[in-house]
């Protein structure tokens, strides 16, 4: 019976355009480091205000991604 191990890190992208292009921004950062991504979970967007207006916005993820067996990733 064969099994699998995955991790979830918390990840902020940011974006100057919309929440899509921040959740965008921080996928293509995260998966040059880390291989075998799974799920992406958006768990809260928010974004910095400045005299009244919406400038910066955020995207909150969880990401999932597969262990490897023979490594040490903690």
Known sequence: M?????KVIEVIGSS??????AAQNA???VSSGIGDL??????KLDMVVQQGKG???????NLSFKVDEDSDTT
Do not use: F, G, Q, T
């Open 38 to 43: 799974r799920i992406a979970e958006i768990i």
């Open 55 to 61: 400038v910066i916005y955020r995207s909150r993820m």
């Open 16 to 21: 100057y355009d919309s929440w899509r292009d």
């Open 2 to 6: 064969s099994h699998s191990v995955y």
């Open 27 to 29: 996928l293509k950062s």
